[in-house]
């Protein structure tokens, strides 16, 4: 089953019940489902695992407003695919070139931690994605949970690709995935993914989308 993003999605109880509380207690929050940002047809499409608390909650981007997005936006600026090297909220005049970001959940998840119901359920939104953005030649899956869900939306199992940092596979309709470890602040603070790391990821799904 696929279908087209929605800012009014409550399918998933836990993760509605938290949007409301997070709503109260932050009144000039989005806290609302994060639809997709940047060109409406991509070649690169950039999978996430889902909004942050004070960035994309917060500001209705993805990646947006928090830390997690400070090398991802930078990064994309360096190689010439955006017009600014900061994302601050949805009036910027932010613009990608021949890139959408998206997210393999669209809610804020708890402690940023999506149950797997939660990743299935909200599946179909990434699959639809998928059906409708013809133009993707190269998916960049940030994280197991990204990669993982772009899996699933490719009608395939997970078996069918191993997570690995710098890792490359076929996809159905002639597409093909590399994996990056998540820009989050933990893997960046702990040296787990560097900057340079992730240009060379970045730049190698450029090249695979024609970039």
């Known amino acids: 089953m696929t279908a ?20 109260h207690e932050n009144p000039d929050y989005h806290c609302k489902p994060v639809a997709p940002f940047g060109e409406a047809a991509p070649k690169l499409l950039i999978v996430g695992l889902a909004p942050g608390m004070h960035g994309a909650n917060r500001t209705g981007r993805p990646f947006t407003g928090d830390y997690a997005g400070i090398l991802l936006y930078e990064s ?4 010439g695919l955006s017009n600014a090297p900061k994302s601050v909220d949805r009036n910027d005049g932010l613009k990608l070139h021949g890139v959408l970001i998206t997210n393999a959940v669209k809610c804020l998840p708890p402690e940023n931690k999506p149950l797997p119901v939660e990743i299935k359920t909200c599946n179909q939104y990434l699959s639809a994605e998928l059906v ?25 199992k997970r078996s069918a690709a191993k997570f690995g940092h710098g890792n490359e596979y076929e996809l159905p309709e002639n597409r093909r995935m590399i994996d990056s470890y998540h820009c ?28």
Do not use: W
């Open 132 to 156: 409708k953005l013809s133009s993707v030649t190269t998916i960049l899956a940030l994280g197991t949970v990204a990669h993982d869900a772009v899996l699933m939306a490719s009608g395939l």
């Open 4 to 23: 087209t993003f929605r800012s009014d999605c409550v399918l998933c109880p836990r993760l509605a019940r938290f949007l409301s509380v997070t709503a």
């Open 184 to 211: 989050s602040r933990y893997n960046t603070q702990t040296r787990r993914l560097t900057p340079e790391m992730f240009q060379v990821v970045l730049k190698r799904a450029a090249v695979l989308a024609g970039l």
């Open 76 to 79: 994309l600026h360096a190689i």
